[in-house]
Nanobody
Framework: QVQVVESGGGSVQAGGSLRLSCVASGLRYSTYSMGWFRQAPGQEREGVAIIDAYGSTNYADSVKGRFTISRDNTKNTLYLQMNSLKSEDTAMYYC?????????????????WGRGTQVTVSS
C-alpha cells in the first residue's frame, strides 16, 4: 500500500523560511517523479515544483529563486526549502508521485497524493 505523508508546515512571517518534507512508502521511490503542489482557499491546485528520477527540476515562475526542491532516495523523502516567503504563498501544500519521468506539473497526471500540510505566511 502506497503512503505519502507531508510534514513541516506552519506559520511564519513574511520573509521567513520553512522546509517541507514528504515521505513516500510502498513504491519504488527512486523511479518516481515527485512534485509539490499547493491550493489556497477558493483557488485551483497549482504546481509548485517537480523533480524527476534523474534529479532534473522545474519550478513555477512564482517561486523560482525562492524555493528549492530536492530528494533523498535513501530515505524515500522529498523536500521543499522555501525562503523569502510571501503572504501569497499561504496554502495547503501537497506532495504527489508519478511513476515515470515527468517535467510538467499537471496534477491530473500524478497517481499518489498526501493529505497536505498547511503553510501560513503573515505579512
Amino acid at each position: 500500500q502506497v503512503q505519502v505523508v507531508e510534514s513541516g508546515g506552519g506559520s511564519v512571517q513574511a520573509g521567513g523560511s520553512l522546509r517541507l518534507s514528504c515521505v513516500a512508502s510502498g513504491l519504488r521511490y527512486s523511479t518516481y517523479s515527485m512534485g509539490w503542489f499547493r491550493q489556497a482557499p477558493g483557488q485551483e491546485r497549482e504546481g509548485v515544483a517537480i523533480i524527476d528520477a534523474y534529479g532534473s527540476t522545474n519550478y513555477a515562475d512564482s517561486v523560482k529563486g525562492r524555493f528549492t526542491i530536492s530528494r533523498d532516495n535513501t530515505k524515500n523523502t522529498l523536500y521543499l526549502q522555501m525562503n523569502s516567503l510571501k503572504s501569497e504563498d499561504t496554502a495547503m501544500y501537497y506532495c504527489a508521485a508519478y511513476a515515470g519521468l515527468l517535467s510538467v506539473m499537471l496534477p491530473d497526471w500524478f497517481t499518489y497524493w498526501g493529505r497536505g500540510t498547511q503553510v501560513t505566511v503573515s505579512s
